[in-house]
């Protein structure tokens, strides 16, 4: 099993450290599967018990240069499937801030399998090249455990509405989780979308304008098509606080009383995906 | 002893006491003609820091050619007096003899004067014949550089390796070759020679030490802006970390480091090594109004995650620190087993007195032959298995030891050791039914 990949531009190196800090503060375990030609992260529904699903996928030639990878053959190719800690690994990309050249991943074996992280950075005093390597440690995750981690696939939202941007959401989610458990999001093909927060007390909506629609059915082209979902606000709220990538391209599908997806597109070929599961209200 | 000082002075003093409170429990103050002398070491006696303030950083100072010139206060008097020290102008410190306090009086804005008086805790002294000029391997360098060492490792990590040689210097949270547990992750960072000021180091080596007291003094060299000075020699010689601004201020921190050969041995061991070096005396007052307040080895508070031993020990048998009187006997022949007092701090909120009062224990005389205080030590340590792993480390390779030694050594431990099943705990064969 071998697996070897090097990042040589600083904001690939930023953008990758983003991602894993967005999973750090979502789960205390992810599962890394290493492909031919994708990298994905999966944080599991049931590692972090109040964390939504949430799963990343990577072009390896996009970020990484020189990727090298051998692991096990099964009918998709060859795959390697690890488990490891986000919060060391972030640990271990924290040095990609200060001023980073270039990254090297390596899979080794010590005493116990590590993924090993050599950075190489130009110190600001004196602009001598240092080397910092950290090694985190990993598990293997075992051939016949490999079907529990399928990635889910894309779920067929009949609206996708394009939100602006997180800090907005962010903070208002925030607010709503202490006025009730639940959070409905319903949202219209006119660019309309309403979060509804209810208690007995009051209910609050929060009506977002003129936004960026599209529908996946290409049948119907009614003018107006009305979708809603009601999901759980402490996990929409979680998913939303953790998130560390820039959020200019985020959009969530409304599947109708069924989940809510959402996507950012970090960039072409990069997404961070979530489904939040709808609940009885 | 009589000194003031200006305002920013004193701050710079609290921030040495700040440094210091972070790793000791006690201050030791020392006078003389050459200036202000501040002292702690932390509990398992295996780090000692010292501030020199010569006597041109005070605006005044008089000091009496008599003995009356050192004392030991407790370092949360200390710590809580110079706490808040925005608001003042200028500051007077003067050890009392009658009774045995240490007045510390601040004169701050809008006319605010704060007084406060200390009782001291002993008159005792420490010193260490621990010198700089013999290490042989010296490294300068800014404290931006050491800052930079110190934020690639996690706050919690307890100890640091820096392995230098010609090439340049690896700083490591780990040892090569020892074993650690599943979820440990390692780092390190190469450094280059070129960043260092001065970069000297004629003998190659790899040498361990506490992080802890070295981020206290960090945090004073960056307060100070000055560049930080390391001189050490080998695996388990000392190490010496010092800082200098001009003339007036000389900082020195004195750990030892961890000896090559002990790297996986059991925790439980590493007290007995440190305890057989210590020499330790106690002034016996002109006055006899105060009582003896004897410490007595303390157990260590610092338990580093992994199953590294901590064997602090020194190559040549000296002491790393020798408590004294005055500085001339140091070779007292009586060894006594201390005991930590435990002061009592109430805090008068009307007049700010903080009154210290040591309970004293009595003085416990032992003949110093073969065994020293090493199995007394063993006795009083406690075994505290708070939940850690216990980690089977891989067969250590000691050294040949005196077979005498290690034939008498349960002998002088507790007889219940909680490591050994206690005879009535378990129950082997269950009482034979006699009805068969």
Known sequence: MKFCAKIDDGQYMREFQNIVLTLSKLTKECVIIIKKDKVHFIANEESGAAAPLVWVEIDAKLYFTNYIMEGHSDDNGSTIMLAVSPIHFSRALSSFKLNARNCKFKLIHLQFPCLRTETEVLSQSSGEPRQIVHDVPVTLIPRNEWDYYDLPQIPRAKLIVKVHSNNLLRGLIDKLKNISPTLKFAANSLGDLNLVAKNEMATITTCFKNLEVRTLDDESQQEDIKVECSVDCKKTSLFFTALQVPTSELSCGIDDDRLIHMEINVRGGVSVHSILPSVCV | ?436
């Open chain 2, 1 to 436: 002893m009589k000194c003031s000082l200006s305002g920013t002075n004193a701050k710079t003093i609290a921030k040495s006491i700040q440094s210091l409170a972070k790793f000791g429990s006690e201050l030791y103050i020392e006078a003389d003609a050459q200036g202000l002398q501040l002292r702690s070491f932390n509990s398992s006696k295996s780090a000692m820091g010292t501030f020199r303030f010569k006597r041109t950083f005070f605006e005044s100072y008089n000091v009496l050619e008599d003995n009356e010139n050192y004392c030991k206060i407790g370092m949360k008097a200390a710590l809580a007096i110079f706490k808040n020290m925005q608001q003042v102008e200028r500051c007077n410190i003067c050890i009392l003899p009658e009774p045995a306090k240490l007045q510390i009086q601040f004169s701050c804005r809008l006319e605010t004067l704060k007084n406060a008086l200390i009782a001291i805790v002993d008159e005792e002294n420490i010193s260490t014949p621990v010198s700089i000029e013999e290490a042989n391997n010296l490294l300068v360098g800014s404290y931006k550089i050491f800052n930079d060492i110190s934020n690639n490792f996690n706050t919690a990590e307890a100890e640091i390796t820096l392995e230098v040689n010609s090439n340049g210097l690896t700083a490591k949270n780990y040892i090569e070759g020892s074993r650690v547990n599943d979820r440990f992750m390692r780092s390190q960072l190469k450094l280059s020679p070129v960043e260092f000021e001065s970069y000297n180091i004629p003998q190659e080596t790899a040498i361990t030490f506490s992080l802890k007291e070295f981020r206290s003094f960090l945090s004073f060299a960056e307060s100070l802006g000055e560049n930080i000075s390391l001189h050490f020699d080998q695996a388990g010689d000392p190490i010496i970390m010092t800082i200098k601004k001009v003339d007036l201020i000389e900082c020195n921190l004195i750990m030892s480091t961890l000896y090559s050969d002990d790297v996986s041995i059991y925790e439980e061991l590493r007290e007995r090594e440190i305890n057989e070096r210590m020499c330790v005396t106690v002034k016996t007052p002109a006055s006899n109004k105060r009582k003896h307040s004897d410490t007595e080895t303390t157990t260590k508070t610092q338990t580093p995650k992994r199953a590294l031993s901590e064997v602090y020990s020194l190559t040549n048998g000296t002491a790393l620190f020798q408590f004294d009187n005055d500085k001339g006997s140091s070779d007292s022949s009586l060894n006594y087993v201390r005991s930590c007092t435990q002061s009592d701090v109430q805090k008068d909120d009307n007049n700010e007195h903080l009154v210290l009062s040591a309970e004293g224990l009595s003085l416990s005389e032992k003949n110093s032959v073969a065994f020293e205080n090493s199995e007394i030590a063993r006795n009083m340590t406690s075994r505290e298995k708070d939940g850690e792993d216990e980690v089977i480390a891989q067969s250590p390779q000691r050294r040949e030891t005196s077979k005498l030694r290690r034939v008498f050594t349960r002998c002088f431990e507790n007889t219940y050791v909680l490591k050994e099943p206690s005879p009535n705990s378990q129950v082997y064969v269950p009482n034979s039914d006699t009805e068969d």
